[in-house]
């Protein structure tokens, strides 16, 4: 590295800001709660193995990609590319990734916010020692109880959105370093004492089976969708967030390596959740495929058993919360950002878009029926996966081209902070051509055309 040399210092801390505040938006519910879940769903093994497939072959190199358009455009994602298109001589109409990108981060805090919600009610049903020596069909009761409670869904879905709103208001980034630097790696130990609670006392044989040995005749076109959607959503890909936070990414650092480490902890972590999860599923009789309460009704038997379970799993609780709290505010940076270069007042800005986002939060409260009617799609769901796994990689797919075929191929490579060219062109080979296709390929086959 040439550069580190002339200033050291800065360069490094920056580069370690941008990695703790990407982390913080990377790692999140989407981690422990929807990658165990949605695992379960889909069949374990194969649909693990296609998901890793999309990290790799995908979300890495689409990242990597979003990352420079944040540091070229030095903006929020509208205005980013919006000038980048008129540098690049191509029409302005690029910047619809950019609104694209805000409206489905408002779409997924809509949701996000709600489970979030569940999280905060179970730090205190675990403090309060709600769970202790409680059976599993104890704790599957009171998940239920919760999900018919409207009050409680309410109130907790607005404390989250109200916390989200007032951290934005007064600006972004502050605080959140200590949240990234501190919590997250006592977060991940705590993932290690239940993932060691779940090899000593659950069933953690069927758990790496069902991770790891793929059946792809379990393997749907909806099933490849899903994991491609949910690689875009674990690494806060396709909508702008990371776009913005690379903005603030000082020239001399190497995006590549950056993102690449950002998305091996997320990746690691989700990993370390789901196996800490099934091995609880399965020795107590739990279905996998029991949908968005599976980490609800799994965890908290390991509360409920070990000593001091309560300080542990509340503060587990505490955890997540706060790790949610670190992701949902870049679903909502960007668009406040945007308000903001329109010269709307920060707070007016972020009191707008939280409000529409807490009346998505509403939407699904009121038309998900979670006990009843399984099979039945509420606002849940469908913000869910238009946003997740539609949007979301449209976004990718039109970065993809973006820097792959309209930017100049001499400004990617000035700016990308990849030393080697061989390791340059691979990047950009896979930009180029099998990113792009991958996606393609995961539409065609959730609509059944190949
Ligand atoms: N990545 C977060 C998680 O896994 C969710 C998230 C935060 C997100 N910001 C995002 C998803 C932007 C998509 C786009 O919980």
Redo the contacts with the bound molecule.
Sequence with gaps: MTNTQTTPAPTWQNRWTFILAATG???????????PYITGEYGGGAFVLVYLACILLIGVPVMIAEVLLGRLGKSDPIHSMTRLSIDARVSKSWSIVGIS?VL??LM?LSF?SVVAGWAIEYVIATFRGDFANADKDGIAAQFSALLVNKQDLITYHSIFIAVTATIIAFGASRGIGIAVRVLMPVLFILLLVLLGYGIQEGDFRSALHFMFSPDFSKLSGDAVLVALGHA???????????MTYGAYMPQTSSVAKTVVTVAVL?TVI?LIAGLAIFPLVFANGLEPSSGPGLMFVSLPIAFGSISNGAIFGGLFFVLVSI??LS??I??IEPGVAWLERLNVKRWIGTLCLTLIAWGGGMACIYSNDWLETQNAWGAFEWLEHI??NIM?PLGGLFIAIFVGWKLRRGLVRKNIGIQKELFFNIWYGVLRIIAPLGIIVVFLKAVNIV
């Design positions: 938006s990377a790692v999140g519910l989407g981690n422990i709660w929807k990658f990108g489905a981060g997924i996000y875009f959503f674990t690494l806060s890909l396709g909508m702008g967030a990371i997320d989700a790790a949610a992701s949902s870049s679903l946003a997740s979301l």
